[in-house]
């Protein structure tokens, strides 16, 4: 078959997008099916060098005005879906369905969380979170926006959501249960990394890594340091918190223990991550936290909230550490037991490798290959 892969993010930028649509059309080149990748990319990224890559790789520039990206964007899905079997959305939904009104395509569609959510939060249309989000009546510009996603996602001939909790969501928003498929993220099983020069003295190095927005409450993290005086913290990742964030560690004294890295390559933050002790994820919302996967892969523990999806990749107490959301004290009481605890960090990591196993590559290869090719076989009988 042959699949047009389309994603708002792609290397060398970072996030679960950008790692998981190289590994995917990857490993579908490689079983013998015929890719191409369509993305957005920031203006100094236009030429990035994509021979690495066993299928070509399209770059609109993201930072045209919104109306001029989207037409252009929507164009080219058209152009380049045109050849294509099956279009795979991982992102930029709305172009891929307006596009699809002219080349009749089965669609497949990845969500991974709440793009109408995210956007309200964002513009401050809404204090609410995720869940609360979804069931109660929001100012107009965000019910406005979630209607329109709810009728992008049923546009989709298959959806596939990366956690059962997703899932559920999706449900919800009108796509029916037999088209909603649930394919756990993974990672591929990681080459020798050797740990990154991390210019912080503290003997303890926590880390945490994503996009700087106001759900990963990564400010919890760096108030917990003033209590934990033997740890400092890598932070890795940028975003529109990051001016932030830095002046609250200004405020609190503890700037001198925090490493800010800025966005980094998928090698360079798998480095990061390995040279450090403590992995901590203390968002408000998760599909499913593939960055949480990839630490438990290099030997990391964990603590992360109760979350979204996050309770299906760690079992409290045997796998990891969970803390509910928004409680900052049982952060700091979670990451004070790891620290003094030694024995606990290796046998939580230790557990975590049986974790892995329902997060395996060829499962996810496989079962992502399933849907696309059923969607196919779908839109044949549509057509027919």
Not at 51 to 59: A, I, L, S
Not at 178 to 196: R, T
Not at 301 to 330: Q, R
């Amino acid at each position: 078959m042959e699949v047009l892969f389309v994603t708002g993010i792609f290397p060398p930028d970072i996030g679960g997008p950008a790692t998981y649509v190289p590994v995917m059309a990857g490993a579908l080149s490689e079983r013998g099916h015929r890719v191409k990748v369509l993305t957005t990319s920031e203006p100094h990224d236009m030429k990035h060098d994509d021979g690495v890559f066993p299928f070509p790789v399209v770059r609109v520039n993201r930072r045209l005005p919104l109306l001029r990206r989207t037409v252009d964007f929507t164009r080219r899905v058209i152009r380049l879906g045109r050849d294509a079997d099956v279009i795979y959305a991982n992102g930029m939904h709305l172009e891929c369905v307006l596009a699809n009104i002219f080349v009749r395509k089965p669609l497949v569609m990845k969500i991974v969380g709440d793009e109408a959510w995210e956007r309200a939060t964002r513009k401050g249309w809404t204090t609410d979170g995720f869940d609360d989000f979804q069931n109660r009546r929001q100012k107009w510009p965000a019910e406005l926006n979630k209607r329109l996603r709810s009728w992008v996602t049923r546009r989709a001939d298959r959806v596939i959501a990366p956690s059962e909790y997703l899932k559920r969501n999706v449900v919800d928003w009108g796509v029916p249960e037999g088209n909603c498929i649930v394919v756990y993220n993974a990672v591929e099983p990681p080459k020798a990394v050797a740990p990154a020069v991390i210019p912080l003295i503290t003997p303890v190095k926590l880390v945490t890594v994503g996009r700087l927005v106001p759900w990963k409450h990564v400010d919890g993290i760096i108030g917990s340091l003033r209590s934990l005086t033997e740890a400092g913290l890598v932070l890795v990742g940028d975003g529109p918190e990051r001016q932030r964030l830095e002046r609250i560690a200004q405020a609190q004294g503890s700037i001198d223990r925090i490493y800010f890295t800025g966005q980094r390559s998928k090698d360079e933050t798998q480095s990061l991550i390995a040279a450090c002790n403590i992995f901590v994820l203390n968002s408000s919302y998760e599909g499913l936290p593939h960055v949480v996967v990839e630490a438990m892969q290099l030997g990391l523990p964990v603590v992360a909230t109760a979350a979204g999806g996050t309770p299906e990749v760690i079992k409290d107490g045997e796998t990891g550490l969970l803390i509910p959301p928004g409680d900052n004290n049982a952060l700091s009481k979670a990451l004070v037991l790891l620290i003094k605890d030694t024995d606990l960090r290796t046998r939580l990591a230790e557990n975590a490798k049986t974790v892995l196993k329902q997060f395996s590559y060829p499962f996810m290869v496989v079962e992502t290959e399933q849907a696309l090719m059923q969607a196919i076989k779908s839109g044949e009988i549509k057509i027919k």
